[in-house]
Structures are given as structure tokens and as C-alpha cells.
């Protein structure tokens, strides 16, 4: 089993920023991958990015590249998406995602409001 917390959501006006912070605990040496997904309100949970655990190369949306920042911290089992020029359509509760060899493990969320 892998435990996944986000933290680090809340409200931002529009071109300000915030770090989301997501910890692993349990088995965490079964992670290869972490993602970020988001979902807004009335709409389907969506890919933000995602880092390959060993290595650290990342993927993201089209529509947050240059924008967001995935890393990672092995030691404290620990990955963050920096969010810089928010945007009010950025506005979803967050979610990360562990990829293992057993199966995806999810965090409860985290919301975040950009306000216009």
C-alpha cells in the first residue's frame, strides 16, 4: 500500500502562484511514476504532469507547460507541482497519483481557487 497527502491548495488571484506538495508513505519504493491530475467543477478529472520516480523526467499538459513545474524529493518521498501565472481556469481540486506495479494510488485532493 502507498499513502499519498497533497497539501499546499488555496486561493490565488490570477498571475500569482502556489506549490502543491504531495508525500508517499508505505511502500514507496513501488512508485515509478507520480502525476498530477486536476478536476474542475462540472467536468472530467484531467492530466496536469507526471515524473518518472527514478531518473525525474517529466510530462506535462499541453496547457500548463511553461507554466508548471513537476519535481521530486527521493528523500522525503515527496513530489511538488509549482504552479506560476495561475489562471481562473486553473481553478480544480488537485490530485496526485502514484503508479506502481500493483496499481495507482490517489491522495484525497487538494482545492485550488484562482480568482479573476
Known amino acids: 500500500q502507498v499513502q499519498l497527502v497533497e497539501s499546499g491548495g488555496g486561493l490565488v488571484q490570477a498571475g500569482g502562484s502556489l506549490r502543491l506538495s504531495c508525500a508517499a508513505s508505505?511502500?514507496?519504493?513501488?512508485?515509478?511514476?507520480m502525476d498530477w491530475f486536476r478536476q474542475a467543477p462540472g467536468k472530467e478529472r484531467e492530466f496536469v504532469a507526471r515524473i518518472f520516480w527514478s531518473g525525474g523526467s517529466t510530462v506535462y499538459a499541453d496547457s500548463v507547460k511553461g507554466r508548471f513545474s513537476i519535481s521530486r524529493d527521493s528523500d522525503k518521498n515527496t513530489t511538488y507541482l509549482q504552479m506560476n501565472s495561475l489562471k481562473p481556469e486553473d481553478t480544480a481540486v488537485y490530485y496526485c497519483?502514484?503508479?506502481?506495479?500493483?496499481?495507482?494510488?490517489w491522495g484525497q485532493g487538494t482545492q485550488v481557487t484562482v480568482s479573476s
Open positions: 508505505g511502500r514507496t519504493f513501488r512508485i515509478w511514476t
Open positions: 497519483t502514484g503508479g506502481t506495479s500493483v496499481g495507482n494510488y
